[in-house]
């Protein structure tokens, strides 16, 4: 079992950068695939990109592809998500998720999140 705590959230503006961090306690970590996802206020929560447990497997959604950058640091226990050219569209409360295995992109299928951070862009 781990328990994710995201970081890093806050107001910059469209075109900036910034970076996500999550922070996840507990015993074997390194074997967990870690993910991102997003909401918007009024929309659904939205996959934003994986990892997997070796870092060999990442993913992202097409609307963050080449944008968004995710990593690891098993060591430290942290998964990291770098936002760069950041637009209006992408505000949304970031949270991290955890599942053992393999990289998934439905949120019901993670056992284990975090209670978000704040992006916020203003144009």
């Known amino acids: 079992q781990v328990s994710p705590v995201e970081s890093g959230g806050g107001l910059v503006q469209a075109g900036d950068s910034m970076r996500l961090t999550c922070v996840a306690s507990g015993h074997l970590f390194s074997t967990y695939a870690m993910a991102w996802f997003r909401q918007a206020p009024g929309k659904e929560r939205e996959f934003v990109a994986a990892i997997g447990w070796l870092a060999r497997n990442v993913d992202y959604d097409d609307s963050v592809k080449g944008r968004f950058i995710i990593s690891r640091d098993n060591d430290k226990n942290t998964v990291y998500l770098q936002l760069t050219s950041l637009h209006p569209a992408d505000p949304a409360v970031f949270s991290c998720?955890?599942?053992?295995?393999?990289?998934?992109?439905?949120?019901?299928?993670?056992?284990?999140w975090g209670q978000g951070t704040e992006v916020t862009v203003s144009s």
């Open positions: 998720a955890a599942r053992p295995s393999a990289i998934v992109y439905r949120p019901w299928e993670y056992n284990y």
